[in-house]
Nanobody, 121 residues
Framework: QVQLVESGGGLVQPGGSLRLSCAAS????????MDWYRQAPGKERELVAA???????DYAESVKGRFTISRDNAKSTVYLQMNSLKPEDTAVYYC???????????????WGQGTLVNVSS
């Protein structure tokens, strides 16, 4: 059994910063992709940032230059540094990882429970 636990969300003023963390635990053999998604009220879930094992990253156009995704493979953790936050960044943020568990032959898609980021004055 594998689970992802997110932390770091909260209320922040426009222009402020937050750092989200997502740690995986359980019988992990290896992790490939680590991604952050978000879902604002009344909108579909969207990909915010992606990190592929090997170093490549990708970002939604709306967050390029403001958000940075990073990962610590030794800790099975992915981070999202969010700077210059705007009210339109308000959403529930979810992490997702592709994880191969001990004894498994394929990667499974695992989601975190979500953490709320509220950008408001």
């Amino acid at each position: 059994q594998v689970q992802l636990v997110e932390s770091g969300g909260g209320l922040v003023q426009p222009g402020g910063s937050l750092r989200l963390s997502c740690a995986a635990s359980g019988s992990i053999f290896s992790i490939n992709g680590m991604d952050w998604y978000r879902q604002a009220p009344g909108k579909e879930r969207e990909l915010v940032a992606a990190s592929i094992d090997g170093g490549s990253t990708d970002y939604a156009e709306s967050v390029k230059g403001r958000f940075t995704i990073s990962r610590d493979n030794a800790k099975s953790t992915v981070y999202l540094q969010m700077n210059s936050l705007k009210p339109e960044d308000t959403a529930v943020y979810y992490c997702k990882m592709w994880i191969k568990t001990s004894g498994s032959y394929r990667y499974l898609e695992v989601w975190g429970q979500g953490t709320l980021v509220n950008v408001s004055s």
